[in-house]
């Protein structure tokens, strides 16, 4: 699937441009319809480690839990966290295998 949208996208050119470092695309290189934006520190918001940590942080704001709205993620640098983790895929795994299995005994009414 991912190579399917990246082959049809192979040759679309973006509107707006979004990097955290200047040096990787040329500004001057933008056609007048292309829009560049670029915030100075701002990996708190546009990477995946800093998403996760807002998402984390999201409980000390609200009653909102994140995994209602996003799918679960994990910084697995941080030894806690690659230990849940783990454990998340291996509940995982073992629900689907329970799944399968309910599916595979199921005896259809006929």
């Known amino acids: 699937e991912y190579c399917m949208v ?20 040329r500004y001057n290189s933008l056609r007048k319809e292309q829009m560049a934006n670029h915030f100075i520190r701002a990996g708190s918001f546009t990477t995946k480690v800093g998403l996760c940590a807002n998402l984390k942080n999201l409980r000390w704001y609200g009653d909102t839990d994140s995994n209602s709205f996003f799918p679960r993620c994990y910084r697995v640098e941080c030894e806690e966290e690659k230990q849940a983790f783990v454990d998340d895929f291996r509940f995982t795994a073992a629900l689907s295998l329970l799944k399968l299995l309910l599916k595979k005994c199921h005896v259809s009414p006929s």
């Not at 707006?16 to 990787?24: A, F, G, Q």
Request: no cysteine.
């Open 6 to 25: 990246s082959r049809l996208l192979r040759y679309a050119v973006p509107h707006l441009v979004w990097t955290l470092k200047t040096e990787r695309w």
